[in-house]
């Protein structure tokens, strides 16, 4: 059937916290197409690059579709047997605590609710966590300090309201992109000012007003420094603050804090100061840079104690707003995902929580106190205490701290079940069991954002081959485990209505969480659902927290709590004198099982890189596009050196994404520390500590080709692209045959080969043909390969008749890097238009090219590169 004659189907992006409406059409070849949902209140339509390209992410080449044991292809039953025998031996022989599940903030809430169930009631144990303990933990902590319950008191129609939006740790432009779109808008409409708080510049602050450079760990001293001003100020609410406790110490703590510490100029933060106290509407949001700490909770709660002294929490265009990462995020802290929880807020250490659970699921065992904390989890799986483990939806032997040694205990594990949608993660790679699970678009469910809206992902695609929803997975393992009645599901709306009835049994213990009003929803309902926030019950609906201040601790009241600065728990010394902070970029996603399927999405920044500053590269003699080594007390990697003064000297910044798929020596986790904050268990991902040096590579090459290439040289980091692959080389030992060397990578002994070489230099060109069209190209040289690689990646399928020259012929034009994903609009496309078309504004670009005119996230880009060509005019 053609596409056009199928209607559209409301779904969810299966991305970021910010949860984007899409609407999905299957396009009748087995693709889709992707719009932005007009009608969803997150979005409104709008959609980033990432969403954007996601109809190039949903192809079945890369797709786990059978069960596999040991490495053999299996049916569904033996597959299903074998993990429901091996649990349950192991719990019989070594009890319920020997065994684990560590799982996704990407799981949809059914599926999330469904393994909660079956290892908090049924298996006995609370040994389930999640990765968003490297993600939410410090603000779930923070928030039930505080509040007495884990609420985001605020909307996204805060942010439109608001006169000040405080970034604070968080990358918005790049990370959620659809708010910060939204932001700059209310800019437009409102004035509102922007702050950003973040030790590195980033596309965030292309927009702002002031950015704080403080460094890293040290935003406890900054707030206490604002709450001191606050109180000086007069800026207190003293009819809010008779709602809360602990005023005095908090007081007394705040005016003992250091602001030194933070390194920042006395007179900058006072101005800082004084824009807060004078802006009725604050909002202040705050992502990884305040979470991923060993003081992580403690900057939350910094946070929250100036938001709850001035009153200004839980009215239009006010609150402290920890926005969330993955797209259920938040759905997975409602269901219990975490091991100090049980489902619908409710408490594992209180024992009227855990009988009403009990007695509601009719489980035979629960656990008393909490289970492990991922860290201690992956420790305990070394240790070989943990004998048989369930990873769903995530790729810990890339994202967890010494990854490293997160990879050798799951290798070492006696027994390991993935559940992915491929098998080619560094993950899936060491199971026993591989189960093959329906992707987003091939599943139904719900998902929580960041503001608390509830959104249903609808199933627009079949499940490939024997793929089937994570919920059905674990219900069927559950069921094979001996608990037959628990876990007979026959859909997720099913799940979703037990859910709902038991939030409100949560409800009725004064909790905030309560979806009872959607406990009766049937089938046709549950299909329909809108998108809406929570709580939903009789009475209540979407509304704002704390408002009325009203909070959940006993006695109602909120908590001020007196916080003290600590440094990162890595200190740097002269053999690992800078400090390594990490994050994301614009166009991929964690550790690119998806995002990395889309040529467009790759374009943007194909290779992983250390962002390090001039002064330190002049010092170690490191030259632009240099290749660089990093070590660390737990593992070493190399990268790409870029040089800017977006980092302080002395810090470095590398992303997190790349994995032995893509760049095997860029798994930055191998490096990073898992030290933990003592609250919440969140491990310090910013603030570790390395070593840099130059990389003595012996030569580079960059090469490209149709199809993948045999790579296996000291460094490799490969790209998609519209007509194949990308790859960037080197290696530490002198190749004297590049012929064959290329025929080999390219798996091609049989090629025509043109070539240039010149073994004196160390300088080689290889283009292989097949049949009359470029297959593979190889350049190589004694330095970073000067060619113009988004030419280059354009030959193979085509006669390539000047590819040796490594550039286009003149009357090619050359579009340069891509900076707008969207459109595919590269620099020089972009230069070109300002120098001899006259656009002299973002918005005169986009007229003209498109650029930057859909999802935005390229806008602080291309205003940059106007600004240095404007600049330049001037100079002229
Ligand atoms: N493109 C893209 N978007 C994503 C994701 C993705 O993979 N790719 N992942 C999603 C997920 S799961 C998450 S959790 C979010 C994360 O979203 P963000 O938290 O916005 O992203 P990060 O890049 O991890 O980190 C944010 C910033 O914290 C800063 N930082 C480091 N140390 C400190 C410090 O001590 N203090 C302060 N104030 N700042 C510090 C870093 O320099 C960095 O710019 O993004 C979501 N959105
Ligand atoms: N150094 C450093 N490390 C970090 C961070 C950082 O800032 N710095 N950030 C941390 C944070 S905030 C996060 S959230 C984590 C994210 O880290 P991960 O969760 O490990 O990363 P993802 O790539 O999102 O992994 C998701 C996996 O689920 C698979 N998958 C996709 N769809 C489905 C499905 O429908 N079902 C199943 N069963 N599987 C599916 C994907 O193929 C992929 O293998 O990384 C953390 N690690
Ligand atoms: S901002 Fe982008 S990645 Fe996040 S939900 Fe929206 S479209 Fe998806
Ligand atoms: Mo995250």
Redesign the pocket.
Known sequence: MDGADQPWTRSTCP???VGCGVLLRPDGAGGLEVQGDSAHPANLGRLCS?GTALAETVGLDHRLLRPRVNGQDAGWDDALQLVADRFSETIARHGPDSVAFYVS?QLLTEDYYVANKLMKGFIGSANIDTNSRL??ASSVAGHKRAFGTDTVPGTYEDIDEADLVVL?????A????VLYQRLLAAREARGTKIVV????R?A?CDGADMHLA??????VALFNQLFTALCEGGALDTAFLDRTEGFEPTLAAARASDLSVTGLDAQQVAAFCDLWMRTERVVTI????????TSGTD?VNAILNCHLATGRIGTPGCGPFS????PN?MGGREVGGLANMLACHLDIGNPDHRSAVRTFWDAPRMPEAPGLKAVDLFRDVAKGRIKALWIIHTNPAVSMPEADAVQAAIAGCDFTVVSDITDRTDTARLAHVLLPAAAWAEKDGTVTNSDRTISRQRRVLPAPGAARPDWQIIAQVGQRMGFTRAFDYGSPAEIFREYATLSGIAGRFGRDFDISGLADLDDRAYDRLKPQRWPVTATRRGRRFFGDGAFYHPGGKARLLPVTWRP?AARTEPRFPFRL??????????TMTRTALSPRLSAHLAEPFLEIHPFDTGRLGIDAADLVRLSSPSGSAILRARITDAVAPGQV?AP??WTAETAPSARIDALVAAATDPVSGQPE???SVVAVSRLDAAWYGFAVSNGPMALRCEYWAQARTQAGYRVELAGLDRVDDWEAEARRLFDAPNATAAMITDARRGIARVVLHEDGVVIGALFVAPKPVAVMRDYIATLPGTDGADALTGRPPADVPNPGPVLCACFGVGVNTIIDAVENKGALSVEAIGEILGAGTNCGSCRPEIADLLQGLTTREAAE
């Open positions: 991305y970021c916290g990432k903030g993600c939410m604070v740790g968080s990358n918005l790049w990370c959620h992109p708080i973040d030790p590195r980033t965030s403080l460094r890293p760990g040290s935003d705050y992502s990884q840079g305040v979470n991923q700490s900057k926005v969330t990462g993955q995020a990162p902070n990490t994050g994301r970029v614009r166009d991929q996603w964690h910044f997190m994404h991902s910013k603030a």
